[in-house]
């Protein structure tokens, strides 16, 4: 294994052949004046327009970049799992490709942690004003959502922008997650943690890998691996159920005790429409536990790494 640095910055990526020049252009200034070891763990998430090559240009020019590649795409919360699993620094970042998170903010995250002997620095989004009116509600209605199952722990308006120390790394490789979701896994390390404040920026070329579907599959993938709620849900919606067949009873009775009763089959259709809705609700929520137990049973990875430059320093060293 090569020599570890004291820092390691973790970009997953995809897909960025006009962002990743500009990124680079931005972080390797401010990243070479630190005065420290470092390494760029680029995770190319199975790219399929021309990041591969411009990858292998920007490692040519600056030997601190290194390459991790994935066999086929696998996510971004899977080439985030996989670069901070094979970050050899002290202090790992994680930090996207399209430069919404400031790559400026490093060098004070890196001074907190040291100086107040901090695990984890989270970035904080204190303006998502160039986010769209749609982005801003329902990320907050997220954010909203998972202080509720983890905690005050959750720091509101924190992404995948932080910085973590060896031991917090560590803890996160011992956990047997199948599909972690670390703006839930490291809040509940309750390690000592840290906040720097910044602007978020409009995407720096480019168009998002974020669709709503993704925003869905992770908020839903943040609920089930990590609280049953949704199962109490479920039990809930049951009882509520319950309660209203029986106001619906006690009212066709009183109906037709005052002879006011009306021959339809409207108020029937409804019932049994909101209990067969409610079952399939329940019976959704259980199958979608039942659907990670048996991945998790499973125990397939989340991804495959088809190659990793730094494999190649260690057989140099050899």
């Not at 996989?82 to 001074?111: C, N, T, W």
């Not at 972690?180 to 168009?207: D, H, K, T």
Request: hydrophobic share 45%; net charge negative; proline share 6%.
């Amino acid at each position: 294994m090569p020599t570890a640095p004291q820092l390691s910055i973790v970009m997953p990526i995809y897909n960025e052949q006009e962002a990743l020049p500009l990124t680079v252009e931005r972080l390797r200034p401010i990243l070479d004046g630190l005065g420290v070891t470092y390494e760029v763990v680029g995770v190319d998430d199975g790219s399929t327009d021309a990041t591969p090559v411009l990858m292998q240009k920007i490692r040519q020019d600056w030997p601190e970049f290194r390459i991790v590649r994935f066999a086929r795409n696998s996510g971004h919360q899977a080439a985030l799992a996989a670069g901070i699993h094979r970050a050899f620094g002290d202090y790992v970042v994680s930090i996207d490709a399209d430069l919404q998170d400031p790559p400026e903010k490093i060098p004070e995250m890196l001074s907190l942690a040291r100086e107040q002997n901090l695990d984890i620095v989270y970035g904080v989004r204190g303006d998502r004003g160039t986010d769209t009116f749609f982005k801003r509600h329902t990320a907050g209605a997220y954010y909203w959502l998972m202080r509720r199952l983890v905690g005050k722990r959750m720091p509101n308006q924190a992404g995948d922008f932080r910085l973590l120390s060896r031991a917090a790394v560590d803890a996160l490789k011992a956990l047997p997650e199948q599909q972690p979701v670390y703006r839930m896994l490291v809040p509940w390390l309750g390690f000592p943690s840290g906040e720097v404040v910044y602007v978020r920026e409009e995407r720096v070329a480019g168009s998002t890998h974020y669709p709503l579907s993704k925003m869905v599959r992770l908020a839903l993938d943040s609920i089930t691996n990590f609280s049953a709620s949704p199962l109490r849900l479920a039990t809930w919606l049951g009882l509520l159920s319950f309660l209203v067949c029986i106001g619906l009873a006690v009212y066709t009775t009183v109906e037709y005790a005052l002879g006011s009763t009306v021959p339809g089959w409207s108020s029937l259709f409804i019932g049994m429409l909101f209990i067969g809705a409610v079952q399939l609700v329940c019976v959704g929520l259980l199958g979608e536990y039942v659907g990670r137990i048996y991945s998790a049973v499973q125990a397939r990875p989340a991804y495959f790494v088809g190659y990793d430059s730094a494999d190649d320093e260690s057989e140099g060293q050899a």
